[in-house]
């Protein structure tokens, strides 16, 4: 936490802390708004989450090439402020008794494309801030805003929406947009134009998915997330039906199951430096994915009594899994990347692991259509327990240290 006595980079913490609990808000807020609100069958809920990703997808790629052309300062401001001002005409048209369907899907796409933006310029302005051999303490203390945020975001923001109802709930995420707009414009230390070139775009974005799928470490990590999302995002909406439809759980207490994910976050967070020197980087990410994936299997026994807690049990043990998985792997990403590509390899790696997120949501959508919701969490727990082999079957099962590749040239 002494990077927090940087002006800057205190800056981009703050702007991170108020997205970060914003966006916890909206993980509810957004299906809630669908399911209490708008009365949504499996399948709509399913688009409605495939919506909020499918830009990863159609625009992932090109958007890395235009944060690497562009100030990455810059492109989060416009982003925190166009996903502000979209998301606000949600709680704007239910007031006005207006609200569709089809509405939540334009919003649910406007957001996911600027959070693009938002993601690739973040994710390589942080080695500008703080330098490359700061980039683990930095995403470190990222991840304790992260994992605080899904400790009490949940928790309060589902009481939020009980209370409030969940349009106008999104309020707060609005909130939350504008003042992570006006932290980071409160940063001093500015980008130096890159002096290179400008190749065209198409030739810009084929660099860095050859960088991407030409390394042999980060092609298996890109396999590895892009498998676990995928079926995640088969689990998610699911669970959120299953609570809210179908055992009639509150607002109130979705958001207390929810945040066990920061609890668990949290403890990830403390344990990861740790787990990193006992047992190496390399078994360290692997086994991040692979202890808490079988525990999905306990979701389809979930009812409306004690066997509640077993959505808390997967949730904390997810959301440990989660933090130490990241922080290890995007440190080592930010790490063995050359500066004039930072934005290229996370747009194409975030399209390669994000991609996946709205088939799973829209087969999810399908198959508690189908085969019913609970169905459709054994299958996400099958999928879920199978994305560790990308890893396992590679140099990184047994590597104690993750090397730094030699830059291209």
């Known amino acids: 936490m002494s990077l927090l006595r940087d002006h800057d980079f205190r800056g981009l913490f703050l702007a991170d802390a108020a997205s970060q609990v914003g966006s916890q808000l909206l993980f509810l807020a957004l299906p809630l708004v669908a399911v209490t609100a708008l ?41 925190d402020w166009a996903r502000a001002l979209a998301l606000a005409s949600v709680p704007l048209a239910w007031w006005l008794d207006v609200l569709t369907i089809y509405q939540l899907y334009a919003v649910a796409l406007v957001l996911g494309v600027f959070t693009v933006f938002f993601d690739a310029a973040y994710q390589s302005y942080l080695p500008h801030l ?16 992260r994992t605080v945020a899904q400790l009490g975001g949940p928790s309060v923001g589902g009481y939020l929406i009980q209370f409030l109802t969940a349009p106008f709930a999104l309020i707060i995420t609005v909130a939350g947009f504008a003042w992570s707009a006006l932290c980071l414009g409160t940063i001093r230390k ?23 799928l030409g390394h042999p470490l980060l092609r298996r990590i890109a396999g590895c997330t892009g498998t676990a999302n995928l079926f995640s995002s088969i689990i998610h909406p699911m669970v959120l039906l299953l609570l809210a439809r179908e055992l009639a759980v509150s607002a109130g207490t979705i958001g207390l199951l929810m945040s066990a994910a920061g609890l668990g976050g949290f403890a990830g967070a403390l344990l990861n430096a740790r787990l ?22 306990l979701l389809p026994w979930v ?32 790490a063995a990347t050359p500066e004039a590509l930072l934005g290229r390899m996370n747009a194409t790696m975030r399209f390669l692991v994000w991609g996946t997120m ?35 079957t590679s140099p990184l ?13």
């Open 39 to 79: 009365d949504v069958s499996a399948f709509e809920l399913g688009v409605l989450t495939a919506c909020e990703t499918l830009a990863f997808v159609v625009i992932g790629l090109p958007a890395g090439a235009i944060v690497d052309r562009r100030r990455k300062r810059v492109v989060m401001v416009v982003s």
């Open 130 to 145: 703080v330098g490359r051999e700061r980039l683990v303490e930095g995403n470190s203390t990222l991840e304790v805003v």
């Open 190 to 212: 500015r980008e130096e134009r890159q002096e290179r070139p400008r190749a065209h775009l198409g030739k810009e974005i084929a660099e860095g998915v050859r960088f991407v």
């Open 276 to 297: 990193a020197r006992w047992l190496g980087q390399g078994p360290t990410m692997w086994l991040a994915i692979v202890v808490p994936a079988p525990l999905a299997f």
């Open 303 to 334: 009812q409306a009594d004690w066997r509640l807690g077993l959505v808390v049990l997967y949730e904390f043990c997810m959301g440990a899994g989660v933090v130490v998985y990241n922080v290890t792997q995007l440190s080592f990403r930010q």
């Open 358 to 392: 709205p088939l799973g949501a829209l087969l999810g959508g399908v198959l508690g259509e189908t085969i019913g919701i609970r169905g459709a969490l054994v299958v996400g727990a099958v999928g879920g327990c199978l994305a560790f082999l990308w890893v396992f």
């Open 397 to 409: 099962r047994t590597m104690r240290e993750l090397p730094v590749p030699a830059r291209p040239q």
